[in-house]
């Protein structure tokens, strides 16, 4: 299935679509320097770049939110210009974006014939629309209640609907926006066996992931970007270190490259005791010492993110104890937190983390407005000097300060967030997700700045989905499972399967049960 | 060979000068310019002293009403409330000075506090009650104008002398529009250069992130609403002060030229977006129609579907404007 397609070898097929030599530039920065990328029926096209390098600019021209200001696109073999997304549908492009297109107190047949309810006499034909709907979840196997409220489905059924719902309008060539990105190693291969499928039906597919173990399992062909340029044209099966050579145009060393340099007293900077919340976590006690950086390992729902929670302040907890440098903590404040030296990256940070339409020098700012107020007045020329010095020293790539944070890619929005906390001084981070949709350089990058908070004498809380991250970063690795801590491992003992025993110990039964109740629907 | 023209050349355009990046930037106010540009050649009356600051006076209220609202829409949040809670202030002022036996200046403190207190209560039901602040500050317009009604007993009350004086002259100038500068400049300041300000702007952006930065959020939401409260007191006594009475029907309706006001400066109903200046722009093109109009003799039937017809294109230029933008 991943026999390449390289554009000097196009195959019997003629391509969908075709972007050729393609520039787009948004005032005096030209974000895309002439890209050609082509979409085979029955290919899945990986778009592979860090963040910036253009990717999402490159499927927006495909789906006709941006035009390009250079360059042609071809459908078919024909030029055409695609002025907005209804343009691309009508020739049949669908975009499934990260961000679901869904209205989720509707139902799964409402949103699939959204915009095109059958009518009967004026009034909706729920019957042709349940008929409808099934149609399209048949198209991809998929065997859910058309009635069921699109809500209280999974993140993984919703994006199945939302690609029903493309092919029910026709469509013959998806653009996956890291479809992958929010889902369980299940849920993925439930998604990768609907791609295989649409394959075969001679869907053409544009796939953007960051995770490079996907392209060989997905992929037909990779166009390599970087910075806006086209860099090659390679088959999936191309080894991950070529790929990330192309990507960032070096080959990196090391991808965890922890280091443990601190050598200042043995202190405890964080010690967490008997943490209780009502549901969630019970009874959750470690202690976190300088230079050290502990990772916070466990199943999605396990309560790590909870435990991250409680501490920073954010949300309260009914028993137990939070120390800072023995000092203990007030109960759900946020403030105190941030006083006594807590810093907080959150999860999701467009949701929790930025403030999007805000300038990065804002962002940076807001946890120090009042500490450096003088007369409640804000210390406008000191913020700045701060923000930009942190700037420089994180190396936040940006055309200025004033730049919203929003317009910098991920991996540049979440250095702006830990820019944040330095400006605070804070010595105990607590990270959840740190790199989740961060490029591979600005990965290394972070690490390294976890090694400079630690070698400062900082201590670092790191909650990670990704177990090679949690085993190459930390010192000592905790295993949540089922809302306690059920083990504690040192980085020495650490390997995957250690970490993933603890995980299921406790809940393997539960864990089941939940799935088999997922699955029923 | 490639360079196929296409639908996004015009957005060339965009960028270059400096000029052009603050024309782009303000474009109620290159409205404004092109409206008295365009009176002034229509009729001989529009640029002569006494017009120019009839209009200062004439938007002084809307302005300062503006001004405080402008808090609560940086801040996402909305304030039906402020037309009422204008008139109830002037009341009470008024009935604090007439049938209090109040000196006049506490009068005029006690009309800005029951504006302020108006406000923090709808702030407190925002911040804590969580109410939506539509449904609080609706509750607020209602009750607000309700206790206008009672203490008055329908009838107007006249104003300390204090009061009146606010709507009087200084030399030239009338006093109305001192208040107007005045009140800008501390508004400005506020949100410019204040802790609270910022703050402001960052939980209109994004409340939750400003919560898990620190930020106090209800304490932020309890402050935008006392403003806005307090602003539309001083609006109420500014109202007042130029009829020497405070009448019980006073500034109805004026909450919704408010919010024009503040939308066609460019702030955005989502919250995390508006400026003092852009605010004051856009009161100053609400009411340089109304009196361009009645220059010309249009009816005032006619100036309301213009005044409406106004706030569509003006926010449907800035909305186009910013969907340009990458993000």
Not at chain 1, 465 to 474: C, D, F, I, R
Request: no cysteine; glycine share 12%.
């Amino acid at each position: 299935m991943s026999d390449s397609t390289m554009s000097d070898n196009p195959g019997t097929d003629n391509p969908i679509l075709t972007l050729d030599n393609v520039i787009k530039s948004f005032g005096p920065v030209t974000v895309i320097k002439g890209v050609t990328v082509n979409v085979y029926p029955g290919k899945v096209q990986v778009l592979l770049g860090e963040n910036g390098a253009g990717k999402s600019t490159l499927i927006k021209m495909m789906a006709g939110v941006y035009q390009p200001d250079g360059g042609r696109i071809l459908v078919d073999g024909k030029e055409v210009r695609l002025p907005d997304t209804n343009a691309s549908e009508a020739l049949g492009i669908a975009t499934i974006h990260q961000e679901l297109n869904l209205v989720g107190s509707m139902t799964v047949a409402e949103n699939i014939t959204m915009g095109r309810i059958p009518r009967r006499f004026g009034l909706v034909d729920r019957k042709k629309m349940r008929e409808v709907a099934r149609e399209a979840l048949a198209m991809i196997g998929l065997d859910i209640d058309v009635d069921h409220k699109v809500a209280e489905l999974g993140i993984a059924r919703q994006q199945l609907v939302e690609i029903a719902k493309a092919l029910s309008l026709d469509a013959r060539m998806l653009i996956l926006d890291e479809p992958t990105a929010a889902l369980t190693k299940r849920e993925i291969a439930a998604l990768f066996s609907v791609v295989e499928d649409l394959r075969e039906r001679g869907v053409g597919m544009v796939f953007i992931s960051h995770h490079l173990d996907e392209i060989a399992a997905i992929g037909d062909s990779v166009s390599v970007l970087r910075d806006g340029e086209f860099v090659a044209e390679v088959p999936a099966d191309t080894h991950e270190d070529e790929l990330v050579r192309l990507m960032v145009g070096r080959s990196i060393e090391q991808q965890f490259p922890r280091r443990r340099e601190y050598d200042g007293p043995d202190a405890t900077l964080l010690e967490v005791n008997g943490l209780s919340t009502k549901g969630t976590i019970n009874n959750v006690s470690f202690t976190v010492k300088a230079g050290e950086i502990v990772g916070l390992a466990g199943l999605v729902g396990a309560g790590r993110t909870e435990v991250i929670r409680a501490i920073a302040g954010v949300d309260p907890y009914a028993s137990g104890s939070v120390r800072v440098r023995g000092k203990e903590l007030p109960k759900s404040s946020i403030g105190a937190a941030i006083r006594a030296g807590v810093g907080h990256v959150p999860e999701d940070r467009k949701a929790h983390g930025l403030v999007l339409g805000a300038p990065v020098n804002e962002n940076i700012g807001y946890a120090t407005l009042s500490t450096t107020a003088k007369s409640g007045l804000v210390d406008r020329a000191g913020q700045r000097k701060r923000a930009e010095d942190v700037a420089d020293k994180l190396r936040i790539r940006m055309h200025n300060l004033d730049q919203v944070v929003g317009s910098l890619s991920g991996g540049n929005q979440q250095k702006t967030v830990f820019a944040r906390w330095i400006v605070a001084n804070s010595s105990v981070l607590l990270l959840d997700e740190p790199t989740r949709g961060v490029d591979v350089g600005a990965k290394v990058e972070i690490y390294e700045l976890m090694n400079a908070i630690t070698a400062a004498g900082g201590a670092v809380v790191m909650v990670s989905s990704e177990l090679p991250e949690v085993l190459g970063m930390s010192d000592r690795v905790l295993v949540m499972s089922g809302g306690h801590i059920s083990g504690e491992l040192n980085a020495d003992d650490a390997t995957q399967d250690a970490v993933m025993s603890l995980a299921v110990r406790d809940v393997q039964r539960d864990l089941e049960d939940k799935l088999m109740e997922d699955g029923h629907e | 060979m490639n360079k196929v023209a296409t639908a996004a050349a015009p957005k060339k355009a965009r960028g270059g000068s400096r000029i052009g990046r603050f024309l782009a930037d303000n474009g109620a106010l290159v409205g404004l310019f092109v409206l008295g540009l365009a009176l002034f050649i229509a009729t001989p009356d529009f640029l002569t002293g006494p017009n120019l600051l009839n209009i200062g006076i004439q938007a002084s209220v809307i302005a300062v009403l503006a001004f405080g609202l402008t808090f609560v829409i940086v801040a996402a949040g909305i304030d039906l409330s402020v037309g009422s809670v204008a008139a109830l202030s002037a009341m009470g002022s008024a009935w604090i000075f007439s049938e209090g036996s109040m000196p006049g200046w506490i009068a005029l403190i006690g009309g800005l506090a029951i504006g302020a207190l108006s406000g923090a209560v709808s702030g407190f039901a925002v911040a804590y009650g969580r109410l939506p602040s539509f449904i609080a500050t609706l509750a607020m317009l209602s009750i607000a104008r309700g206790l206008t009604l009672v203490i008055s007993e329908g009838r107007p009350i006249g104003t300390a002398p204090e009061v009146s004086f606010l709507g009087g002259d200084l030399g030239v100038i009338p006093m109305p529009i001192i208040v107007l500068v005045v009140a800008g400049l501390v508004a400005a300041f506020i949100l410019n250069f204040t802790v609270m300000g910022r703050y402001m702007y960052a939980v209109g952006g994004n409340k939750e992130a400003a919560r898990l930065s620190g930020v106090p959020v209800r304490k932020v939401l309890v402050t935008v609403f006392t403003l806005s409260g307090l602003f539309a007191g001083l609006a109420g006594l500014l109202l007042s002060g130029r009829l020497d009475s405070a009448q019980p029907q006073a500034a109805v309706g004026y909450e919704l030229d408010a919010i024009a006001a503040v939308v066609i400066g460019g702030a955005s109903l989502a919250g995390g977006i508006g400026r003092i200046s852009g605010t004051l722009v856009g009161a100053l093109v609400l009411v340089v129609i109304r009196n361009g109009l009645n220059l010309l003799n249009v009816s005032s039937f006619w100036q309301q579907v213009v005044i409406g017809l106004v706030i569509a294109v003006a926010v449907g230029i800035d909305s186009l404007r910013r969907k340009n933008q990458p993000h």
